[in-house]
């Protein structure tokens, strides 16, 4: 059983990784743009902090439907690492974007305006 659970699970990844990995990097910025962040923590992110938040409501569940039994300690361990796990991952996703903020990282092209006085002509 966990061969298969090994071989579901680097067919996964590798289905989200190989388009990633395939386009050719121009410079170090396109390689992190659209490698590494766009490519493969953009979409992996939003389902991992999904998946904990499924095992946290499945704790809560467990603990309501076990009025009290020994069941609950299992619940109250599916809510703890259920926040646990949307906690990491949040701060995870903000220390991503405080990196692409501080240098710079940005998707879209910078525009440079430039400003030029009024020129008059004397005669």
Sequence with gaps: MKKYIYILFVTFFSAIALPVLAATPKDFKDLVNNTLITGILKPLVPFLI??????FIYGVLI???SEGGEKSKEGKQ????GIVGIFV????W???NILISTFQLSTTPQTIEMKVPNATIVK
């Design 89 to 92: 991952m949040v701060s995870v």
């Design 78 to 81: 599916y809510m703890l690492w």
């Design 63 to 65: 603990l309501i439907f």
């Design 50 to 55: 999904g998946l904990a938040v499924v095992m």
């Design 94 to 96: 903000g220390l991503v």
